[in-house]
């Protein structure tokens, strides 16, 4: 579920050409129905990308 508040804050970001992502969530609430998920995506992601901390 998103909530805009209106306040435009940035609540994630991407850089090509630094092979990050950072996104503001947490996957470990229990009332996040598919957090798990996102972040085994992401990480996933990352890894595919050649990113150095995944």
């Known amino acids: ?4 508040d209106g306040s435009k804050a ?3 970001v991407y850089n ?3 092979r990050m992502l950072g996104f503001q969530f947490h ?13 085994k995506q992401s990480i996933d992601y990352l890894t ?4 150095n901390h995944a």
């Open 27 to 39: 996957p470990e609430s229990i009332l996040t129905a598919h957090g798990s998920l996102l972040l």
């Open 10 to 12: 940035v609540m994630a």
């Open 1 to 4: 579920t998103v909530n805009d």
């Open 16 to 18: 090509s050409e630094d």
């Open 48 to 51: 595919l990308q050649g990113a």
